[in-house]
């Protein structure tokens, strides 16, 4: 194995999280770095006393090392092949892979598939990958060469859609081969259009689909809103379960065509289904109606931990908003994508929210993310969404 990459080593007593298998390096505990390596190069981190403990890329930032391997590699294509093919299994084996009916899943979720700063969507034949790692970003082509060959999975496009998670003006979105304008997926037999190019994230919240799944459980014949609505998702599931009325919010003029685009490809036309938008507190002062059911799937509110009581603030607030809005023995659907904020966080920021309104709840679920969006064991910062399905009285 080689032993002439550029070689950090940390301080004394800082080697604890890496001998606990955790995946990031942070800048406070590096001692020296040696061999000059570039953004996104492979490093090996070794110990106070000089003892390899992983392999990495650095980059500038807090985390200065993002780890691929607990032994030593040149990082060639049949390693990342192996992690890739590892990912594909696990989506194999969880139904995601020839699934006429779901042909939308996450291939590769980051420290979740041991590819930490990757994120890899598959949308029936196009794949979008979106780097947040300079290191995974260099080898965007290769990955993309990988994904392209892989045996059981048709894949006829990939794209790279990391120009605005890495902030860089050297990287723009473009496909690595093929070409796709929109393409249209299948999630539990019902149909979407993906605009993978201007939507947000990758195009959509796949990270939703159970939790769309379950509002279908308690929808018909009611009303529902679907707030920080996108391109419909919820809306859709909430009209092909029988809700009588389903209102779908979202600021963007963009994400609210398409929405109506996606309630009429599944053939959801007419008053029944309403569409607003304006921003979700705007929607919420100006609107006299009561609502049966809510979803609220907010963006994240805090991306880094000095945001996290501004976004507690937020939380607090669009839910308090939301419930004051709910018939008696409604439901809130309420979510939350940011990292930094805990479930306990969030679950705080509901109750007081609650307790502001005067309405005594009750909890039916606690939400986190699906089986193709994994958590590494060894690290939790990797469960990042969290929701609770409340009924107030």
């Known amino acids: 194995m080689p032993n002439d990459l550029p070689k950090v080593t940390l301080k004394s007593g800082r080697e604890r ?5 955790h995946l990031w390096v942070f800048s406070g505990a590096i001692q020296a770095i040696s061999g000059k390596p570039d953004e996104g190069d492979l490093v090996e981190v070794f110990s106070a ?6 392999t990495g890329h650095i980059q500038s930032g807090s985390i200065m090392v993002r780890i691929v391997s607990f032994e030593r590699t040149d990082g060639g294509e049949d390693f990342w092949r192996r992690k890739i093919e590892q990912a594909l299994a696990v989506r194999k084996t969880i139904g995601f892979v020839d699934n006429p009916k779901t042909n939308i899943f996450r291939l590769i979720h980051g420290e979740g598939d041991g590819m930490p700063g990757l994120i890899v969507d598959y949308y029936n034949g196009v794949v979008v990958l979106q780097a947040h790692d300079t290191g995974m970003w260099r080898r965007r082509q290769l990955f993309a060469d990988i994904l392209g060959s892989l045996s059981g999975l048709k894949v006829h496009a ?3 859609k990391s120009e605005n998670t890495l902030n860089s003006a050297s990287q723009q979105d473009g496909f690595l081969f093929g070409n796709a304008q929109t393409v249209e997926v299948a999630e539990h037999g019902h149909r979407f ?4 190019r201007e939507g947000q994230k990758t195009g959509f919240f796949i990270d939703q689909r159970e939790n769309r799944w379950l509002l279908g459980n308690y929808v018909q014949g009611k009303k529902v809103a679907n707030v920080f609505g996108y391109t419909g998702g919820f809306s859709v599931y909430a009209a092909a379960a029988g809700a009588s009325q389903a209102a779908t919010v979202d600021a963007s003029a963009k994400a609210i065509e398409l929405a109506r685009q996606n309630m009429s490809l599944n053939g959801f036309d007419g008053e029944a289904h309403q569409y607003f938008t304006m921003d979700a507190f705007a929607f919420f002062q100006q609107q006299q109606q009561m609502y049966d059911v809510i979803v609220l799937d907010p963006p994240a509110f805090a991306k880094h931990r000095d945001a996290l009581p501004k976004a507690l603030k937020a939380y607090r607030r669009i839910n308090e908003a939301a419930i004051a809005a709910i018939e008696p023995g409604g439901l809130l659907f309420t979510f939350s994508c940011s990292q930094v904020v805990t479930p306990e966080d969030f679950r ?3 109750f007081m929210a609650a307790l502001a309104n005067g309405r005594s709840c009750r909890i039916l679920h606690r939400i986190t993310q699906p089986p193709d969006h994994p958590i590494n064991m060894y690290h939790p910062e990797g469960e990042y969404l969290k929701g609770l399905v409340l009924q107030f009285a």
């Not at 999280?17 to 298998?21: F, G």
């Not at 259009?193 to 993978?196: N, S, V, Y």
Request: charged content about 25%; aromatic content about 20%.
């Open 17 to 21: 999280a890496l001998r606990r298998y």
């Open 49 to 54: 006393s000089g003892e390899y403990l992983a």
């Open 158 to 160: 990939v794209y790279d």
């Open 193 to 196: 259009i993906i605009d993978f």
């Open 348 to 350: 705080t920021a509901v």
